[in-house]
T-cell receptor, first 113, second 114 residues
Framework: DAGITQSPRHKVTETGTPVTLRCHQT?????MYWYRQDPGHGLRLIHY???????DKGEVSDGYSVSRSKTEDFLLTLESATSSQTSVYFC????????????FGPGTRLTVT | AQSVTQLGSHVSVSEGALVLLRCNYS??????LFWYVQYPNQGLQLLLK??????LVKGINGFEAEFKKSETSFHLTKPSAHMSDAAEYFC????????????FGKGTMLLVSP
């Protein structure tokens, strides 16, 4: 299995509070991604990174920001959480190019009350 | 723009029966295609991928998929279902160049009955 960990694995937070999710990889892969998974929607890309300090928006980026200060860490921040951001969040990595296969972390279940 | 359509949000089969999960794609250039499996409370695991080599691709756990350009399809099959195959399956497409990322279908839940 690809060395990807996500923390926390579960979080309950209140509307309006900031939340940061962390993805850590031990594979030294160039690309990292954040997705959200919701019933009936499959996986939707939030943001991705193609190198340290290099990031770009995905399909559903509104309300989210990301940072990548080291190759191994990719942080997803919800500046002011809303109930619509209740979801399961997955981090993924790919070694060489954005169009190639991705390897996924175990996910973080976030509930915003 | 690329897109994926998975026909059927749920597919039910009996143990030992053929598994067929359908995926149709749209892409303006030759695509790269992938199938992933997700077991309950886990991340996605790569089953197989097509990257313009052989059109029949074999993956893990006895699954295979055939790329048919004329039908813009990449259906996933397995000759004989096992109870352990019960999971959600996702098809994904990318355009194989630049910063093209993967676009996922909405998933098909495979239910296997004894």
């Amino acid at each position: 299995d690809a060395g990807i960990t996500q923390s926390p694995r579960h979080k309950v937070t209140e509307t309006g509070t900031p939340v940061t999710l962390r993805c850590h990889q031990t594979e030294n892969h160039r690309y990292m991604y954040w997705y959200r998974q919701d019933p009936g929607h499959g996986l939707r890309l939030i943001h991705y990174s193609y190198g340290v300090k290099d990031t770009d928006k995905g399909e559903v980026s509104d309300g989210y920001s990301v940072s990548r200060s080291k190759t191994e860490d990719f942080l997803l921040t919800l500046e002011s959480a809303t109930s619509s951001q209740t979801s399961v969040y997955f981090c993924a990595i790919s070694p060489r190019d954005a169009w190639e296969e991705q390897y996924f972390g175990p996910g973080t279940r976030l509930t915003v009350t | 723009a690329q897109s994926v359509t998975q026909l059927g949000s749920h597919v039910s089969v009996s143990e030992g029966a053929l598994v067929l999960l359908r995926c149709n794609y749209s892409s303006s250039v030759p695509p790269y295609l992938f199938w992933y499996v997700q077991y309950p409370n886990q991340g996605l695991q790569l089953l197989l991928k097509y990257t313009s080599a052989a059109t029949l691709v074999k993956g893990i756990n006895g699954f295979e998929a055939e790329f048919k350009k004329s039908e813009t399809s990449f259906h996933l099959t397995k000759p004989s279902a096992h109870m352990s195959d019960a999971a959600e399956y996702f098809c994904a497409v990318s355009e194989g160049s630049g910063y093209s990322t993967l676009t996922f279908g909405k998933g098909t839940m495979l239910l296997v009955s004894p």
